[in-house]
């Protein structure tokens, strides 16, 4: 019934992720393996944002926030 974009600066996500790969070690945050996943969302996926929004289903969020100020605006879009 609705679609969250969460907006993000790519480059600062990269960031976000090869710190966090330094600090904790998890495999899951690995940078080079986060860019691949990147990629290939915004070959196969964000193409598929014009037409949600078309359809009045799609709503951007700023997720570059704190979390809470992030996760109350999910909670407006969905609400």
Known sequence: DAVVRLKVDDAAL??????????????DD??????D?????????APLLPYYEAQGKLTEVDGMGDIATVAAAIDAALA
């Open 14 to 27: 990269t960031e976000r992720i090869t710190k966090r790969f330094e600090e904790q070690g998890r495999a």
């Open 30 to 35: 690995n940078p080079e393996t986060f860019k």
């Open 37 to 45: 996943r990147l990629a290939v969302y915004n070959a196969n996926t």
